[in-house]
């Protein structure tokens, strides 16, 4: 079973007893850092962390799929997974200061709620 690292609350609320979900409350930038220290524990990405058209510093709301199982062998790190969650990182750094001075309403949330939870459902 793999793990979905998110903040998104409609993540959490459609796939619970599904899968293995862990709900972070904090931006994009915590989601990408989260899924960072589960492949430095062995873990791989199984969906891009930028999939779709929606950069990090348009949406509050981020998913990552990663592999429940870590990578077989002492101390074994997916390299091709670290590089593109630390360049996402840098993607979200130079971002961030876009998304944190939108105040969007419910309206706006829910919509980006859905577009996240659809680019993980296919």
């Excluded at 904090?26 to 989601?31: A, M, P, Q, S």
């Excluded at 939108?102 to 980006?112: H, P, T, Y």
């Amino acid at each position: 079973m793999n793990i979905i690292i998110t903040n998104n609350p409609m993540v959490r609320e459609k796939h619970v007893g599904r899968d293995k979900i862990e709900f972070l409350d904090t931006d994009c930038l915590g989601v990408f850092k989260a899924v960072r220290d589960r492949i430095h524990q062995g873990h791989s990405l199984v969906t891009h962390p930028l999939s779709g058209s929606v950069k990090p510093g348009e949406t509050p709301y981020k998913t990552v799929i990663i592999t429940g199982e870590r990578v077989s062998g002492a101390f074994k790190i997916d390299e091709n997974s670290l590089f593109l969650i630390e360049d996402s990182i840098q993607t979200c750094l130079k971002l961030k200061t876009s998304v944190m001075k939108k105040e969007w309403s419910e309206k706006v949330l829910a919509d980006f709620q859905i577009i996240d939870y659809n680019l993980i459902s296919c």
